[in-house]
């Protein structure tokens, strides 16, 4: 969710996106940020902060009846969006696309608050996000497409602090916002700025054509190569959905004022240190930081276990962050190296369905496992399972080094 782009993509299966030859600069390097990279960063912060205003208000709204399926809702719904996001843009490009998915982000937040029924919320969070994928796939590979493949992981560093910056405000504004004003300014907030972004997509590319054969997504699955980072990447997502989905309500009542700040630090850390690793990729390669990725993801969480304590929730969630923020960009710069043009996306594809999958998951599953231990165990028994991706992280350390 991420965004992350949060930031947060995917291509046609038939058609993928291949760059243009870039001018070069006087230092000898293709310019970074062009005025196509520009226009995608408006629908990107207008998709964004749509998605994460919203995405702890909600399970807060629906309380009553249930935060983990408004949050499982919406991530599932995401995923089949991403499924069936290639083959839609394939056959109606990118702009068509980015404005379809604008409108189902944007347009159900509107009538949100209309009913408070649990079926209610969870048909608005369905809509949403199938809204959210598309602008995901309708976006990621058309971004990779136009960073020069020499400055990938700054360019993708430079991507997850524009759509990181959005997250970072967005996720704790809404739950004050929501707190002092209620909910219904909260959500049509959230729709109005996915709406905006419409605006900006008919200055984009609406489609491409790539001169190699395109990757499918069941080949994907079957290469190893891409599989193990996506694997890894899954598993710090699942924490994230845990995180904002059920941070709130696991910390006690009488310490609640951490929650707003934590959920500012935890994707504050992520953005930094996406940011971080981008600039040592490129210097040094992405794939050494996948393992420390994971490792500071599942510290964080076990040390968020201590709920009732605000140093150990706020030193947690910036060590989780941290983690995040460095597996966010390691594996999507590693899976993006491993293929031609002509794959990038079906890696967009892969690297969303890792995470928003993880995202889903955790939602759904960390409330049936908080019901009978409680939080503090179910935060420490998260953070151990994490540990399980250390197999595919290891092997992918000793995998080939990746070729462009």
């Known amino acids: ?34 005025r196509p990279l520009m226009l995608r960063f408006v629908s990107m912060i207008g998709a964004s902060v749509s998605f994460f205003l919203l995405l702890s208000v909600v399970p807060a709204y629906a309380t009553a009846s249930g ?95 524009v759509s990181g910056v959005p997250s970072l405000i967005a996720l704790p504004l809404g739950m004050w916002l929501a707190g002092h004003v209620g909910f219904t300014p909260v959500a049509l907030a959230a729709g109005v700025a996915a709406l905006a972004a419409v605006a900006s997509v008919p200055g984009l590319p609406g489609r491409e054509r790539a001169s190699e054969k395109p990757v499918g997504m069941v080949a994907a699955l079957r290469t190893g190569d891409l599989v193990r980072p996506a694997a890894v990447f899954a598993t710090t997502a699942v924490a994230t959905g845990i995180i904002v989905t059920f941070l709130p309500v696991a910390v006690p009542t009488a310490a609640s004022a951490v929650v707003a700040v934590a959920l500012f630090v935890q994707p504050a850390a992520s953005t930094a240190a996406r940011w971080a690793a981008g600039r040592y990729g490129d210097r040094h390669g992405p794939a050494g930081l996948v393992l420390p990725g994971l490792l500071l993801s599942a510290g964080g969480m076990l040390i968020t276990a201590f709920t009732g304590s605000t140093v150990a929730v706020l030193a947690g969630v910036a060590v989780f962050g941290a983690g995040f923020g460095i597996a966010q960009n390691a594996t999507l710069s590693l899976m993006y190296a491993r293929v031609q043009a002509s794959g990038y996306g079906t890696v967009s594809a892969l690297w969303n369905l890792a995470y928003d999958g993880g995202m889903g998951v955790g939602a759904l599953g960390f409330g049936a496992l908080a019901a009978p231990v409680g939080y503090p165990a179910a935060f420490t028994v998260t953070g151990v399972l994490m540990l399980v991706a250390l197999v595919p992280a290891l092997r992918d350390l000793r995998a080939p080094t990746p070729r462009e």
Do not use: D, K
Request: proline share 10%; with cysteine; charged share 10%.
């Open 67 to 161: 935060a983990g399926p408004a949050t499982g809702a919406l991530m599932l719904s995401t995923v089949l969006g991403e499924l069936a996001g290639p083959r839609l843009v394939g056959r109606y490009g990118y702009r068509v696309a980015l404005v379809a998915g604008l409108a189902l982000l944007g347009a159900p937040a509107l009538v949100l608050t209309l009913s408070h029924s649990l079926a209610w919320i969870v048909l608005v969070c369905l809509v949403r996000g199938l809204g959210f994928a598309l602008t995901l796939v309708a976006g990621g590979a058309l971004t990779a497409s136009l960073i020069p493949a020499e400055r990938r992981g700054e360019g993708l560093a430079l991507v997850g602090v």
């Open 1 to 34: 969710m991420t965004p992350s782009s949060m930031p947060r993509s995917s291509r046609p299966a038939a058609r993928t996106p291949v760059p243009a030859p870039a001018p070069t600069s006087a230092a000898g390097r293709p310019p970074l940020v062009t």
